[in-house]
C-alpha cells in the first residue's frame, strides 16, 4: 500500500530565505509525483509534475526534484515570499489516482 | 473557458441526512475524480468516473456513491451522513493525453454534519 510523508509538517521563516520540503513514498511505482500548493479553505493549484522517467521540474522560484529509487521528492523554493505562504501537498500517481501527504504548513513572514 | 467548477460551496446537514454534490468539469475533459479531505489532512481518493461508470473505488463505504452524465459533469452522493463525513469534498478534471494527463482541482465543497 502506498503511503506519502511529507516534512516537516509546519515551517515559519523570514522573506528571502530558501526553503526545502521533503516528501518521501514507500512504493517506487509510480506514474508521476505533483507538488499542489492549498491557501485556506481553497482547492488545490497544481505546482509542478515530475513525470516517473524525469529526475527534476523547474518553475520560476520552484524546483522539484524525484528520486525514484529512493522514494524521495523534494520542493525547493527560492527567495521566499509572504505570497508563498500556504500548505503545500505532495502526491504520487500509481494507478490513476492521487495519494497525498498530510503537508507542509508553510508561513512566511515580512 | 471556465475551470473546474463545484457546487454548492458550503453545506450545512444533520446527522443521517443525504447530500448530493456537485462537479462540472473543465471543458473537453472526461473522467472525474473525488477527493475527501478532512481538516488537516490530505485528500483522499473517493472514487473515479469515466464514460459514466465508476472506474475505481478508493476505501470508501457504500454510503459514498456517485454519478457521471453524458456531458462528463459528475454528482457524489453520500448517504446517512456522520458527523465524521465533515470536510472538504474536492472534484477532479482530468484528460489523459498521449500517456499523460492533464488534472485540474475545482474549489470544493465544505460539508459540515451536525
Known amino acids: 500500500k502506498q503511503e506519502v510523508t511529507q516534512i516537516p509538517a509546519a515551517l515559519s521563516v523570514p522573506e528571502g530565505e530558501n526553503l526545502v520540503l521533503n516528501c518521501s513514498f514507500t512504493?517506487?511505482?509510480?506514474?508521476?509525483l505533483q507538488w499542489f500548493r492549498q491557501d485556506p479553505g481553497k482547492g488545490l493549484t497544481s505546482l509542478l509534475l515530475?513525470?516517473?522517467?524525469?529526475r527534476e521540474q523547474t518553475s520560476g522560484r520552484l524546483n522539484a526534484s524525484l528520486d525514484k529509487s529512493s522514494g524521495r521528492s523534494t520542493l525547493y523554493i527560492a527567495a521566499s515570499q509572504p505570497g508563498d505562504s500556504a500548505t503545500y501537498l505532495c502526491?504520487?500517481?500509481?494507478?490513476?489516482?492521487?495519494?497525498f501527504g498530510t503537508g507542509t504548513r508553510l508561513q512566511v513572514f515580512p | 473557458d471556465a475551470g473546474v467548477t463545484q457546487s454548492p460551496t458550503h453545506l450545512i446537514k444533520t446527522r443521517g441526512q443525504q447530500v448530493t454534490l456537485r462537479c462540472s468539469p473543465k471543458?473537453?475533459?472526461?473522467?472525474v475524480s473525488w477527493y475527501q479531505q478532512a481538516l488537516g489532512q490530505g485528500p483522499q481518493f473517493i472514487f473515479q468516473?469515466?464514460?459514466?461508470?465508476?472506474?475505481q473505488r478508493g476505501n470508501f463505504p457504500d454510503r459514498f456513491s456517485g454519478h457521471q452524465f453524458p456531458n462528463y459533469s459528475s454528482e457524489l452522493n453520500v448517504n446517512a451522513l456522520l458527523l465524521g463525513d465533515s470536510a472538504l469534498y474536492l472534484c477532479?478534471?482530468?484528460?489523459?493525453?498521449?500517456?499523460?494527463?492533464?488534472?485540474?482541482f475545482g474549489p470544493g465543497t465544505r460539508l459540515t454534519v451536525t
Open positions: 502526491a504520487v500517481d500509481s494507478t490513476d489516482k492521487l495519494i
Open positions: 512504493d517506487s511505482a509510480i506514474y508521476n
Open positions: 515530475i513525470q516517473s522517467s524525469q
Open positions: 471543458s473537453g475533459h472526461d473522467t
Open positions: 468516473y469515466y464514460e459514466e461508470e465508476e472506474r
Open positions: 477532479a478534471s482530468i484528460l489523459f493525453v498521449l500517456g499523460s494527463y492533464e488534472q485540474y
